[in-house]
C-alpha cells in the first residue's frame, strides 16, 4: 500500500489509461481537477459515474464493467467502504494498478488488488505523485521559477544603494 518513489514513477508511466471512479462534473471538486491534469498529460481518462453520459469529452460509464475497452489504472474517488468491491472490479476487468486516492486506505481493498497480482497504491493522489515526479507543479503555482537553486539578481534599488 505504500508505495515507493520507483515504483511511482513505473505505474505512471506504464498505466496510459486510467478508470476514475467517482468522477464528478463539476470543476471545483478533487476528481475533475485530478481527471482534467491526468488527461492534460495525455493519459486516457474513462470516467465512471452513473449520474452523468460525459464528462471532460469522455463517454461516462456507470460500472468499471460496462468500459468496452482496456484500463490500466482504477483511480478511486468513493467512500472506504466501497472499495474491496471496487477493488474485486479492478481485479474482474483486468486492471494493472489499484489506486486510493487521498484519504483513503482499505488493508482489504489493498489485499485484493494485491492477491491478485495488481499494484496498490493508497492515501495518495495521482495528480500530485505525476506532477511531484514529471515536472508538473506549475498547475498548482509552484515550479513557476520563483524557486530556484540560482540566485536571483537583487533589485535595481539594492543595486543603487549598493553602489552609493
Not at 54 to 74: K, N, Q, S, T, W
Not at 122 to 144: S, Y
Amino acid at each position: 500500500m505504500d508505495a515507493d518513489i520507483p515504483t511511482l514513477r513505473r505505474i505512471l508511466g506504464r498505466d496510459r489509461t486510467i478508470a476514475v471512479v467517482g468522477l464528478s462534473a463539476e470543476w471545483h471538486r478533487p476528481s475533475y481537477f485530478a481527471a482534467k491534469y491526468m488527461q492534460a498529460q495525455g493519459y486516457r481518462i474513462a470516467p465512471v459515474n452513473p449520474r452523468y453520459s460525459e464528462i471532460l469529452g469522455e463517454r461516462c460509464y456507470a460500472r468499471l464493467e460496462d468500459i468496452p475497452f482496456a484500463v490500466d489504472m482504477v483511480d478511486v474517488f468513493r467512500k472506504e467502504a466501497e472499495l474491496p468491491a471496487i477493488a474485486r472490479s479492478a481485479v474482474a476487468i483486468g486492471a494493472r494498478t489499484l489506486w486510493q486516492q487521498l484519504g483513503l486506505r482499505s488493508a482489504e481493498a489493498d489485499r485484493i488488488a494485491r492477491e491478485a497480482g495488481l499494484d496498490s497504491v493508497a492515501d495518495r493522489c495521482v495528480k500530485i505523485e505525476h506532477a511531484r515526479l514529471f515536472g508538473g507543479l506549475h498547475w498548482a503555482g509552484v515550479n513557476t521559477g520563483v524557486v530556484s537553486s540560482h540566485r536571483p539578481a537583487p533589485p535595481p534599488a539594492m543595486l543603487a544603494r549598493q553602489a552609493g
